[in-house]
């Protein structure tokens, strides 16, 4: 690995451990709905996505949201992990992601009020009486309290006793269904306005039992889905919790609040925090934090520095060098990315490159690796005798961006 002017070696191309797990990389491929599963299981669409995010180079790769019971999909596309008919499934990803060398990751999740829905295509419009003909039967999503989270939204159930118990429980269960299809890391999605958040927030919780009040209430459910995931998640693996750091709105749920969860969590087992923000009442793009490059690293940092405990930046990444700069800066652990990865799948590449790393090819799989490096010594071939003709039209070809993408 070679060294930059400084005579350090880049950091995000430095490997990291959590508890038993080690990532080649700190670049993580964030998780991303693809809305293209059938009764919850991945199939080649997903192979095919997920794949190119391994290829590509990132040190730990998630999938989708991925709802712990039917219910708790947002639409009949989603992803889950409700059945034990699921685990072969998603094992023939991890299998894969972890050929390439890098660390599968599943984010679990549980949509609350903002189930029956369309896809993003269609801007999630709630299901209604007319889509069932098509097979779509609208259902009734819970919350914490019967609030909608939109006008165009059906009101929730609001959950009893037995409704938490049972959804409790089906967080154990999709984590040790997680254990068994190859995952090494997995994510409790607690943020963007679902179920998690639906608890937190005082906009979506009214209840006057201990899961709601003042802010120790509203915490009470991530904490106890934290520890049933804690319990059933094995010891050695790292258990990640992504928070919205401040509401969609402002105000309700704010920086504050989410060092005092993150240090909770911390307690409770819980390895990195993944610091989102927005999405309680209406989309998670609420411009209440300005879409400016990098725009939620500083939540991540000041959960890092008052709660001690590791986080992971994301949200307009872009560069190889402001993710170095935020890991240097001791801002976050890891920088996940997800629309540049979508775009440029093999950013990791291109950032070892850039950040003058040594063999920068070595960062894809060796099928690709080899045929690169090939490709590099040609640009450095002399012109010589009888060769010549072919190193001419070969740096013609190629220009300076040899190791750039062509076309
Ligand atoms: C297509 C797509 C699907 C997403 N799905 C999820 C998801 O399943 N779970 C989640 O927590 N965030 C999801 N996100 C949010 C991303 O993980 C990420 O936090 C956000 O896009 C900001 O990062 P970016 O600027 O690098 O795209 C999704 C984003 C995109 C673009």
């Not at 797990?21 to 491929?29: C, F, G, L, M």
Request: hydrophobic share 40%; aromatic share 6%.
């Amino acid at each position: 690995m070679k060294r930059d002017e400084t005579g350090a070696r880049p950091l995000l191309f430095t490997p990291i451990s959590f508890r038993g797990v080690t990532a080649r990389n700190r670049i993580v491929a964030s998780p991303m709905c693809q809305y293209h599963s059938t009764e919850g299981g991945p199939g080649d669409w997903q192979m095919a996505h997920i794949g190119r995010l391994a290829i590509g180079g990132s040190g730990i790769v998630f999938g989708e949201e991925t709802a712990v019971e039917a219910v708790g999909r947002k639409t009949y596309a989603c992803a889950g992990i409700w059945d034990d008919r699921h685990i072969p499934l998603y094992r023939r990803l991890t299998d894969f992601i972890r050929e390439q060398g890098a660390v599968p990751a599943i984010q679990l999740g549980h949509s609350g009020r903002k189930a029956s829905c369309h896809t993003a295509v269609h801007d999630w419009a709630p299901l209604t009486e007319a889509d069932a003909a098509a097979g779509l039967a609208p259902w009734q999503g819970m919350a914490p309290s019967a609030v909608a989270g939109e006008p165009r939204h059906f009101p929730p159930k609001a959950m009893d006793r037995d409704d938490i118990r049972r959804v409790l429980a089906a967080w154990a269960e999709a984590a040790r269904r997680s254990v068994d299809a190859g995952y090494d890391i997995c994510e409790i999605h607690g943020a963007h306005g679902y179920l998690i958040h639906e608890f937190l927030s005082p906009l979506s919780n009214r209840r006057t039992d201990a899961y709601g009040g003042d802010r120790q209430g509203r915490m009470r459910f991530a904490l106890e889905v934290a520890e049933a995931v804690r319990a059933a998640w094995p010891d050695d693996k790292p258990l990640f919790f992504r928070i919205s750091c401040v509401d969609g709105q402002g105000g309700a749920w704010d920086l504050e609040d989410s060092v005092v969860l993150a240090a909770a969590l911390k307690d409770r087992g819980i390895d990195l925090i993944d610091c989102s923000s927005g999405g309680i009442t209406g989309p998670t793009d609420m411009p209440l934090v300005p879409r400016v490059p990098g725009y939620q690293v500083g939540f991540a940092e000041r959960i890092r520095r008052e709660a001690g405990v590791p986080t992971m930046a994301v949200g307009l990444i872009t560069d190889a060098h402001q993710a170095e700069a935020i890991l240097r800066e001791g801002r976050a652990d890891l920088a996940a990315l997800a629309r540049e990865l979508l775009w440029h799948a093999d950013w990791p590449a291109h950032a070892a490159l850039e950040l003058g790393v040594e063999d920068p090819h070595g960062v894809m799989p060796h099928e690709y690796a080899y045929r690169l490096r090939q490709r590099e010594r040609a640009k450095e071939m002399p012109i010589n005798q009888g060769g010549e003709e072919t190193a001419r039209a070969m740096r013609a070809h190629l220009g300076d961006g040899g190791a750039r993408r062509e076309g």
